[in-house]
């Protein structure tokens, strides 16, 4: 089994920072890559930012220049650190690691989500 498990979640005023640790274990082979995504109620759930091994990122235009992923292939964790929050960052994060088994091909594997809530 592959446990992936976020944590750093939480509430925070307007132009606060928080950080999100993604961990990733189990029966894992490989990972590709790691992101990290979000959803509020009512929306679909959406890239915020997503990073390959070899340590290219992408991010959602609503987050450049404020939030940065990062990841240690080793630990195989991924972290977001969100700076200058806005109200509209509000939503429940998960972690999303794109990984292979043994006798199985690559596939979706998903945290259960931490919420973070910005105040205004």
């Known amino acids: 089994q592959v446990q992936v498990v976020e944590s750093g979640g939480g509430l925070v005023q307007a132009g606060g920072s928080l950080r999100l640790s993604c961990a990733v274990s189990?029966?894992?082979?490989?990972?590709?890559?790691m992101g990290w995504y979000r959803q509020s109620p009512g929306k679909q759930r959406e890239l915020v930012a997503k990073?390959?091994?070899?340590?290219?990122?992408t991010y959602a235009d609503s987050v450049k220049g404020r939030f940065t992923i990062s990841r240690d292939n080793a630990k195989v964790t991924a972290d977001l650190q969100m700076n200058n929050l806005k109200p509209e960052d509000t939503a429940v994060y998960y972690c999303?690691?794109?990984?292979?088994?043994?006798?199985?091909?690559?596939?979706?594997?998903w945290g259960q989500g931490t919420q973070v809530t910005v105040s205004s």
């Open positions: 999303n690691a794109w990984g292979r088994v043994l006798h199985r091909d690559y596939q979706d594997y």
């Open positions: 189990g029966s894992i082979l490989s990972v590709g890559v």
């Open positions: 990073m390959t091994g070899a340590g290219t990122p």
